[in-house]
């Protein structure tokens, strides 16, 4: 019997991929997303999923995308106000379809003694879904590559440069979203085996910041730096819309936990783990496939 699979937010890097990577293996897909002619734009070319209005402002919407659903893939976001979380799950309780819930998090839960403040945040939104009833998995990931070919591809295509709070050899296990997204495409092609499971998700390798910058210069075939500044000298730089310039905003403050973390190493080698190809069958990709791949960011 065909399962049918929604995805909140699809417009992010992780279920697009983990959409791609489930196309044509005899799933129904919805891909919910706020703009729907955006949501065309990145799925019309695929076979077997269906674009349909997701806005949890109007909750009408989050009812009729859940109808006939039987898993739910969603993530929680620290730049995204509310606990959208539980509305998802309470909808899906509602609805009484819904035997599966794939839910994306983050890495920093994996430390709580250097990263509390975030640690607890992110155990507050897990609970949603743990505490449901409905079966779940949930995926932690690390760092994203995409975060050099986003919000730092600007500067480093303009600039030749980039800047973070990240000390320039501090240790990551940065994880290709792509990866995240195909793991999660493998737990919903298999729920039975995953349920009940956190996975901390991450590369293939632990990697700092100007060994990054050193790849970066040989695939582009010219010098690209890495300065760092400390977490005292951060304020809004590389980030966009995203409002982290008041000392007192919370989102700012658990952001400089965060960076002040990964400086002391605190999501490298401790978490490092081969995730990816348990759940996968496949290796994570490594920064340098990674760069290769987004070449087109940066030109």
Known sequence: MTKTVLFAGSSGNIPRAAIAALDGKGFRIKA???????GKALFDRLEDVEVVELNIEKPETVEAALDGVDYLYFATLLAVPGEFEKTYVDAAIKAGTV???????????????VFPRCSEFIFEREAHARESGIAWTITRPCMF?????????????????????IDADAEIAYVDARDVG??????????ETHAGK?????GPEVI?????????????GRDIAYNPITAEEWTTQ??????????????????????????????????????????????ARDFRTFAGDHLQAWK
Request: charged share 15%.
């Open 99 to 113: 035997k599966h819930i794939v839910h994306s998090t983050g890495s920093t839960a994996t430390v709580p003694d």
């Open 32 to 38: 919910g997303i706020r703009d729907i002619a955006q």
């Open 238 to 283: 590389n980030w966009g819309d995203v409002d982290v310039s008041v000392g007192e905003n919370w989102l700012f403050e658990v952001l400089r936990e965060n960076y002040v973390g990964f400086s002391q190493g605190a999501e490298g080698r401790n978490i490092l783990n081969a995730n990816v190809k348990q759940i996968t069958g496949t290796a």
């Open 145 to 165: 590559m995409q975060n050099l070919s986003s919000m730092q591809a600007a500067s480093i295509r303009d600039d030749g440069y980039w800047i973070e709070p």
């Open 208 to 220: 700092t910041s100007a060994k990054m910058a050193e790849i970066l210069s040989g695939v582009l």
């Open 198 to 202: 956190i996975y901390t998700i991450t």
């Open 182 to 191: 195909q793991c999660v495409a493998s737990i919903f092609q298999s729920p």
